[in-house]
């Protein structure tokens, strides 16, 4: 085996034993809170594939998050901790609704076409602030990003409150996008929608950016190691910027996606619907690599409805699940967590290989 | 807009209760920016303080209403005994809970510490990581000690007392200024001396600076970085304690979910426009707690309160910048002497 392949294999090996560790402190938990623990941890594995419809709602759920982890790869790819998928993916989905709203006179394809480049064009303006904050003023990223994700907050509170509230409606809610922007659904009975397949290319497309590309390789190497890459001649300026500026396009593709694919108004005022920071969860998973995005954001789909289900079924309140995320994300990002083992396995390979070499001898 | 929403404005804004409500709202954020001072101050960016702050808040609720009714015990309020004993029990609850939500928020510190020193876990990771666990978990516990998953309402919970300052009280206008605020709201004022003495002048605060500003140059005099880690994160939990418990058992009497509501961001951006000086701190956070008091107003004034409630964030964007233009600057001017 070679370092690379140990690298990996122990990189899988760690997340699986994080989810383990985290879902069992969960059951324990449960098994003391619960009055009929075992149906209720049975109801939270099965239960999400019981029903049709429910199988829908985890593919409904992962298709935002994809966009957003995909968006934290991009930037944690090189070391750039900006944490602007959510705002940028609220105010996308905001200024989306709103250019609906107002240009309901326009046809179906290019009105779509045409809101998903406001989403697009939002959301990397949205990046634009923290990152050039980062590069001209080397201010914080993850201090700024924050800021400017409770700022957006209050702009999209501030559109939606003044600028496109339907006062029929009765709740702070938008006027209805027009039925003729909206993705059509795909799967009868369930409210699955074309984006996925949008979420699934952008993931796709941005793993051979990635992986295959010389500015992918850039990206890598600055995130490996930034003054390695600033000596062979990589504008490390030039990276930080293009990678942050990218999530913040993915991101507000993503909001624009969800919008035109899941709801009929904007509705969210005053909270932010949390996808950024499911983002961060799938991206940390995924280990930054864009092609693992779908099948973590399906995890964490899973995950959800499935404590939806047990909430509604038994008596565990469906909030454990932050809980879990949060211990998975601790113990997926604590490098040494593990290390001994990591360390065993690194020896024993090295003996292997001695032991062969003096055989072949 | 006309002259009549002005002075509307200005008929609400001086008034002494407004002048009182900037001290109320201030308090949790100060406390919280004092907590992250002191981490950052060891070279460690502490996202968690909203988690922090929001689970000692629900710890102290749930402790105290628990010590409250051991002492109590079978009494009714018909008893005769009911009133002399309800005074000591609401005494031993608070203190209870007071206690306890601090040690609570001084273990998630140290936590932090051990997964971000020890394991090496990514530091901007795992103190979001507690926030998710704090918003889910207060939940959860929430949902077992009273059975409902909104507020603590059902729990008798204690308050801290409130405090009358004697001569200041008599005098109008300072007086309702002032005086007669709960108690932590004057020991948020005491901490920032408190904290100045500490980060500034005891040899703790010396290495926990030293550690922050370089930690191998720290380590190669003989500091144990990781000690010195530990026991900032200890501290920076023990502020955000304060301020946990200010919430839910000062002006209020109960724990509802999200009720830190950005209070630690808020206390972390001022801790950055003070740029993590005891004095600029605090002033940054009256200034922010002026600002959410006045988008509290303003929001019965149908002016719109996004605006206000912006300012904290964009004041501290323009404040990061004035930081590292000057840094920038200075490192600079260093350069140049020393290449002469």
């Known amino acids: ?361 | 807009m006309g002259e009549g929403l002005f002075s509307q404005i200005f008929d609400l804004l001086f008034t002494t209760s407004f002048a009182a409500s900037i001290l109320r709202v201030t308090t949790p954020i100060l406390f919280a920016a004092l907590g992250g001072l002191i981490a950052r101050r060891c070279g460690i960016m502490n996202l968690a303080l909203e988690g922090m702050m929001l689970t000692s808040a629900l710890t102290g609720v749930v402790v105290s209403a628990f010590v409250r009714k051991a002492v109590l015990g079978d009494l009714m309020p018909a008893d005769a005994a009911y009133e002399a004993v309800s005074g000591r029990a609401v005494a031993a609850g608070a203190a209870a809970g007071f206690l306890a939500g601090v040690l609570c928020s001084v273990l998630m510190g140290l936590f932090l510490a051990y997964m971000a020193v020890q394991l090496k876990a990514n530091i901007y990771l795992s103190g979001l990581a507690i926030n998710t666990i704090s918003t889910g978990g207060t939940v959860f516990a929430l949902y077992l000690a009273a059975g409902e998953k909104g507020m603590s309402s059902s729990l008798n919970s204690c308050t801290m007392p409130v405090i009358d300052i004697p001569i200041i009280k008599d005098i109008p206008i300072i007086g309702e200024v002032i005086s007669g605020h709960n108690i932590m709201v004057y020991f948020a004022l005491l901490c920032v001396p408190l904290v100045y003495y500490i980060v500034m002048r005891t040899s703790t605060g010396l290495r926990i600076r030293a550690v922050g500003e370089n930690p191998n140059a720290a380590e190669s005099v003989g500091v144990n970085v990781k000690k010195v880690q530990f026991q900032a994160m200890a501290l920076s939990g023990l502020f955000c304690g304060f301020g946990g418990v200010s919430l839910s058992m000062g002006y209020v009497s109960f724990f509802s979910r999200g009720m830190t509501a950005g209070k630690g961001f808020i206390g972390m951006s001022a801790m950055n426009l003070g740029n993590a000086t005891p004095i600029g701190t605090t002033i940054a956070a009256f200034l922010f707690g002026m600002f959410d008091a006045m988008a509290n107003i303003l929001q019965s004034l149908s002016v719109p309160s996004q605006f206000i409630a912006s300012i904290p964030y964009v004041a501290t964007l323009i404040g990061l910048i004035v930081f590292a233009i000057q840094t920038d600057r200075k490192t600079k001017r260093l350069k140049e002497k020393h290449s002469k």
């Open chain 1, 1 to 361: 085996m070679t370092s690379k392949q140990i690298e990996r294999r122990f990189d899988a090996f760690k997340t699986f034993m994080a989810i383990a560790i985290a879902l069992g402190i969960a059951f324990i938990v449960i098994s003391f809170v619960s009055e009929s623990p075992v149906e209720a941890i049975a109801t939270f594995i099965t239960g999400p594939l019981q029903r049709k419809s429910r199988i829908g709602n985890i593919l409904e759920m992962m298709t935002p998050i994809m966009f957003t982890g995909t968006a934290i790869c991009i930037m944690y790819q090189a070391n750039q901790f900006n944490m602007i998928g959510e705002g940028a993916f609220l105010i996308a989905a905001n200024l989306t609704t709103w250019f609906a709203v107002t240009h309901e006179t326009w046809s179906g394809l290019p009105l779509q076409i045409a809101c998903l480049r406001v989403g697009i064009v939002t959301g990397v303006v949205a990046a634009f602030i923290p990152a050039i904050l980062k590069v001209k003023f080397k201010a914080n990223e993850v201090v700024s990003s924050i800021m400017m994700n409770y700022i957006l907050l209050n702009v999209s509170n501030y559109i939606l409150y003044y600028k496109m509230r339907d006062t029929v409606s009765g709740q702070q809610a938008s006027y209805k996008i027009p039925e003729r922007a909206k993705f059509a659904k795909i799967w009868t009975g369930t409210r699955v929608h074309t984006g996925i397949f949008i979420a699934l290319a952008v993931a796709v497309l941005m793993y051979f950016f990635i992986y295959r590309t010389k500015w992918g390789y850039a990206i890598r190497m600055v995130g490996a190691n930034a003054n390695f890459a600033k000596y062979s001649g990589i504008s490390i300026v030039s990276v930080a910027m293009a990678t942050q500026l990218i999530g913040g396009a993915i991101a507000g593709l993503g909001g624009s996606v969800e919008m035109l694919g899941m709801y009929d108004r904007f509705i969210w005022y005053g909270t932010q619907p949390g996808y950024g920071f499911d983002g961060i969860m799938v991206g940390v998973l995924a280990k930054n690599n864009p092609i693992l995005v779908p099948l973590a954001a399906f995890f964490l789909a899973y995950m959800r409805i499935g404590a939806d289900v047990m909430n509604r079924m038994s008596d565990v309140p469906i909030e454990f699940v932050d809980v879990v995320q949060g211990l998975i994300i601790m113990f997926v990002a604590a490098e040494m967590f593990l290390s001994k083992y990591k360390h065993k396995l690194i020896v024993n390979n090295a003996k292997k290989q001695l032991e062969a070499k003096e055989a072949a001898e």
